[in-house]
């Protein structure tokens, strides 16, 4: 026998929007982050970081800090995040019925071109001689 509970309600709809890029290079100054919360009572959020490498990554009136309480848009500074890695960004919402959802986005730091090698062939040819 399954026992099914219908309670009433229902949590907080979280949407983030998508971002520009997957890759983003450490100079490119700063990503901005959108949302939208909808729900039928109050609410309160936070948005965090899932498993970064660098603990203060949110930009809160020119300080970074590690989470930011009930704002919707965000902005990271992009040159204190490590080349190569990949952050998951989590916005999580609360209701006045203790009702919780969350959404994330994720996005990859570019890391710097490594060294390569070129190959031609063939090996010799003539200037001007396509044949």
């Known amino acids: 026998q399954v026992d099914i509970e219908i309670v009433a309600g229902a949590p907080p709809v979280i949407s983030i929007a998508a971002l520009t890029s997957a890759k983003y290079n ?27 490498d660098v603990t203060s990554l949110f930009v809160d009136s020119g300080s970074y800090v590690s989470t930011l309480s009930d704002q919707l848009n965000i902005v990271i500074a992009l040159s204190i995040l ?13 209701d006045s019925e203790d009702e919780s959802s969350y959404s994330t986005v994720s996005f990859t730091i570019n890391e710097p071109p490594s060294s390569g090698s070129v190959e031609v062939s063939p090996q010799n040819g003539f200037a001007l001689d396509t044949s």
């Open 26 to 52: 450490t100079d490119e100054g700063f990503l901005s982050v959108k949302s939208t919360i909808y729900s039928s009572s109050s609410y309160t959020s936070v948005w965090s970081a899932d498993s970064s």
């Open 82 to 94: 490590t080349e190569g890695n990949t952050y998951t960004l989590r916005l999580t919402a609360t």
